[in-house]
């Protein structure tokens, strides 16, 4: 076991609030966890040297911080800022409630094999529980900043429940400065007939170490859209678990990746198909240049029983140098016989002839990759359901890919 | 015999592509408005001179200058080339599934007036001149929409390179081989597109194997490149000399791999 995972239980053993029990079962679990390690299948392309080395530390006092703007929104925001929160929206919309207290909810969602999943669950001090009422439609978008200052470590905890036929639309939005280390996760419950619109954006590159997941319980007819937006980083890690757990639910999961550097980015998605006749479509692209590493795992369970189901999943990647890497694995396991699934990974290399024939007429080699390469991580963004966050964020990624070399 | 009125020099030029030597001193002067042919056996250097002229990854100049309009060439990029007025067609042009062609020559157009301070063409504007071009070169019109070169045939993509010519209107166009594969029919298209972007400022350099492209563009000079400089110089009579002769009394070396894309 690692001195740093020692460090997390003796600290989680002195945190005192009204989730013991949960907690409880958690620390007990982490208490007899294996570490991982490089033969470790879920952490196989992903080493923890950057947990392991970790200097970030639990800061008594916290400097003020404000999470980024985006033009066009005006966010109800549930900011924390190096583990603790700091501020909740002064006004809530009738029917949507966020509470500081017990949900049966907590860790349920979240699939017990995820290590840093168990360290959240002992160390986020804070737990916050938003709740959509039933048949209740939230417009304004719900915003969770995870701010962590240089050198500081904070772990966050949200857990939502949208009741049946309400709707919602949450943003996670992580900005580490530093050398910081921060686990954040999320879980939804997300009732019959309801729907989530749901963003994550991990576009903090440097030196942090991000660990976390977003994690979905679909019941009946419910639907998810999900995007995920990253950059790597010292080491950057989402878990996201889409759990179909009542007849006819719908998920849909962009996930899209930027890598410069020596960045790391790993995205694990796992969809569980419980029950019959839900469909889910997951699309991720994403570019690697310089000496980055990219691992992304796409597994789908279809179960015995969840005949009807229609499944696809696709990722896409394009190396920008010969150092950069990219591990990709997309994973099928089914036990139904009547489904419809598909899946598919492709790695390709940016075109240096066509890049070099269009510089010959004059066109900048940035503007030349962005009309060979940009397409097919545009599309996603053309994806997003919220136009304004399509226009801020697009941009950001369009300007890091302009300006990565090819090697 | 560089001044003021020369537009290329180039000055004991030594390139090599993979380590391996290929220009070994070459040295050529273009004044605006001329013609210049480069012929010479396979293995020669021409198409590594328009490669190495243009920019390209992979081919380093291990000695020598370049100089365009007075410039330091080989401190460009190869964009801030074209856009000092280089043009290279190219003997196999690069298909590019998913740009179209207009919004290729837009994007090239645009940068290139922008590079040189000039104001940007409407859309309307640039679609007018970019029509007129594909007749100029009878390519049909629809394939502006097509995608940059995709699944166009040989005679197509060479007209496609001469119609990016007319549009970007360089002061110095490098023609590789613009002749291979081509029939006579297509030649003369090729050739006539070719003669009308010349005039007196406007300047070309034809690298060509045979003698028969030079029937249709007259050139002022010729000269025969072997083994990586120019061995031998004259006016248009040299290719016809060479024609007749062929390559054999270059007496080269044996023949080096062919390095040539």
């Given at each position: 076991m690692s001195e740093w995972l020692q460090q997390a239980i003796a600290r989680a053993d002195s945190i005192q609030d009204g989730f013991e029990d949960q907690r409880a079962s958690s620390l007990a679990l982490l208490k007899d966890i294996q570490w991982p390690t490089r033969k470790t299948e879920a952490w196989k392309y992903t080493p923890l040297r950057a947990v392991e080395r970790s200097t970030a530390i639990f800061k008594e006092e916290s400097p003020e911080l404000e999470p980024v703007a985006v033009e066009g929104l005006e966010f109800l925001e549930l900011t924390f800022v190096d583990g603790q929160l700091v501020s909740l929206p002064e006004e809530l919309p009738e029917g949507l409630t966020i509470e500081m207290q017990e949900s049966s909810l907590f860790a349920t969602i979240k699939p017990e094999r995820h290590v840093f999943g168990l360290v959240n669950d002992v160390l986020a001090a804070d737990v916050a529980v938003v709740t959509v009422a039933e048949g209740v439609a939230i417009e304004q978008l719900l915003r969770i900043n995870n701010l962590l200052s240089n050198g500081a470590q904070g772990h966050i905890r949200v857990v939502v429940d949208i009741k049946a036929g309400a709707s919602l639309k949450v943003v996670e939005n992580a900005e580490g400065q530093g050398a910081s280390l921060t686990t954040a996760y999320t879980e939804y419950q997300i009732g019959a007939e309801a729907n989530l619109e749901h963003y994550r954006f991990a576009l903090q590159a440097g030196d942090n170490v991000a660990i976390g997941g977003s994690h979905f319980k679909l019941l009946e007819k419910a639907s998810l859209n999900s995007s995920i937006i990253g950059f790597g980083s010292n080491l950057q890690r989402i878990d996201t678990d889409i759990i179909h757990a009542g007849e006819k639910a719908d998920a849909k999961l962009n996930a899209i990746y930027l890598l410069d550097g020596t960045e790391l980015f790993d995205l694990h998605a796992n969809v569980e198909?419980?029950?019959?006749n839900c469909t889910t479509e997951e699309n991720v692209r994403g570019i690697a240049g310089d000496s980055s590493r990219a691992v992304f795992n796409g597994r789908i369970h279809i179960h015995r029983d969840a005949q009807k189901t229609l499944a696809e999943l696709n990722n896409r990647n394009l190396l920008m140098s010969n150092k950069a890497e990219i591990n990709t694995k997309p994973e099928l396991e089914i036990y139904a016989d009547d489904v419809r699934c598909a899946h598919g990974a492709t790695i390709a290399e940016i075109d240096r002839k066509a890049l070099y024939y269009l510089q010959t007429r004059g066109v900048s080699r940035s503007q030349a990759q962005l009309m060979l390469s940009f397409g097919f991580i545009n599309e996603l963004i053309d994806q997003m359901p919220t136009a304004e966050l399509a226009e801020w964020v697009r941009p950001i990624i369009r300007d890091r890919f302009a300006q990565m070399e090819v090697k | 015999m560089s001044n003021e009125n020369t537009l290329l020099s180039i000055k004991d030029l030594h390139a090599s592509v993979e380590e391996k030597n290929i220009l070994k001193g070459l040295n050529l002067d273009i004044k605006p408005g001329e013609v210049h042919a480069i012929m010479g056996p396979n293995g020669a250097g021409k198409s590594t001179t328009g490669y190495v002229l243009s920019g390209r990854d992979g081919y380093e100049v291990d000695s020598g200058s370049v100089t365009l309009d007075g410039k330091d060439l080989l401190e460009m990029e190869v964009e801030e080339r074209a856009c000092a007025g280089l043009f290279l067609a190219f003997q196999y042009p690069v298909e590019i599934p998913g740009v179209s062609n207009l919004e290729f020559l837009k994007v090239a157009v645009d940068a290139q007036r922008q590079a040189r301070g000039e104001e940007a063409l409407t859309s309307a504007e640039f679609l007018k001149m970019a029509k007129e071009a594909c007749k100029q070169v009878n390519l049909p019109v629809s394939f502006l929409k097509r995608g940059v070169n995709e699944g166009f045939s040989g005679g197509e993509k060479k007209r496609n390179e001469i119609m990016q010519m007319i549009l970007l209107k360089p002061k110095l166009c490098i023609l590789d081989e613009t002749d291979s594969g081509l029939d006579i029919d297509a030649m003369q298209v090729v050739a006539n597109g070719v003669n009308s972007q010349r005039d007196s400022e406007r300047s070309f350099i034809v690298v060509t194997h045979y003698q028969r492209l030079l029937d249709y563009i007259k050139p002022d000079f010729v000269h025969v490149l072997a083994d990586g400089k120019i061995v031998k110089s004259g006016d248009a009579s040299l290719a016809k000399e060479l024609e007749e002769q062929g390559y054999s009394w270059l007496q080269t070396e044996p023949t080096e791999d062919e390095l040539e894309d």
């Open positions: 198909h419980a029950v019959p | -």
